[in-house]
């Protein structure tokens, strides 16, 4: 069957649509594309390994950040975690929508960011900072219903990691006193950010499962069985074993499935 026509409000031009077919139809068509979208999948996926290998540079100039209750340093900003995901969002005087709001794609990254608690359980935490003052920050997140960590910028951290008047993100690993710079993304990169696995993706612990690619000695449990509901996270505590029952039926689906893709 021949494509159908509609008019577009946005060109005044006849919209060209993909054609009708048949229930069997869709599905070939479904199923072929499907063989392009698992390839892609792998690919993503052997693209964070080889993310996880990439070298560390060292940070050792002191940084200072402020928030309501005070100055904090750049160590500070883990939050007691190994991992931290910095986004340097356009927030401050000049910017469009100034002050009651961000810039407008750092607004949209902003209203993506799914539930911290996911990225705290994999020993990851996500902070926010920008130019503006912190009484800017807390009535713009108050306004937009946002709940991450913002901090106000107060020296050169930003253009120091890549960042200049614009928007970034970049990714650090603390191991004891010591902060290495790990990876970093921006321009048509930060557009795929929020969400969880597209978080832990870019860092250098990985998403910490088993199925992993990741260097010997990297964390790593099962899969699927730290997942949890976002209020229910709790330091330490086993598994629930319900949870563990059913996610070990998905294991080996997954399992499978890989072990189908390989042949």
């Known amino acids: 069957m021949t494509s159908s026509t509609d008019n577009s409000a946005s060109t005044g031009k006849p919209m060209r649509t993909p054609p009708v077919v048949s229930p069997q139809e869709w599905e070939a068509a479904r199923q072929q594309l499907l063989v392009k979208e698992k390839a892609q999948t792998r690919a993503r996926d052997a693209l964070a390994a080889e993310r996880r290998r990439m070298p560390w540079t060292e940070v050792t100039k002191t940084y200072a950040f402020e928030?309501?209750?005070?100055?904090?340093?750049?160590?500070?900003?883990?939050?007691?975690?190994?991992?931290?995901?910095?986004?340097?969002?356009?927030?401050?005087?000049?910017?469009?929508?100034?002050?009651?709001?961000?810039?407008?794609?750092?607004?949209?990254?902003?209203?993506?960011?799914?539930?911290?608690?996911?990225?705290?359980?994999?020993?990851?935490?996500?902070?926010?900072?920008?130019?503006?003052p912190q009484a800017d920050i807390e009535r713009l997140k108050a306004r937009m219903g946002w709940t991450m960590p913002w901090y106000t910028l107060t020296d050169d951290f930003d253009a120091d990691h890549g960042v200049h008047e614009w928007h970034g993100t970049n990714v650090f690993y603390r191991e004891g006193d010591r902060i290495f710079r790990t990876y970093f993304l921006n321009n048509r990169g930060d557009e795929q950010m929020g969400g969880t696995w597209n978080y832990l993706d870019i860092t250098p612990l990985g998403r910490q499962e088993l199925w992993e690619d990741s260097p010997e000695g990297y964390p790593q449990t099962p899969t699927y069985k730290w997942w949890n509901w976002h209020d229910s996270y709790v330091a330490d505590a086993p598994p629930d074993r319900k949870w563990v029952e059913i996610s070990d039926a998905g294991e080996a689906a997954f399992r499978a499935e890989s072990a189908n893709a390989k042949r």
Request: proline share 6%; charged share 25%; net charge positive.
């Open 67 to 132: 928030r309501p209750e005070g100055r904090l340093a750049l160590p500070e900003l883990f939050d007691g975690r190994r991992q931290l995901i910095v986004y340097r969002a356009f927030h401050e005087p000049g910017v469009y929508g100034w002050p009651e709001h961000a810039c407008r794609g750092c607004s949209m990254v902003a209203d993506q960011v799914a539930h911290l608690a996911h990225l705290n359980a994999r020993d990851t935490t996500l902070v926010f900072v920008s130019r503006a």
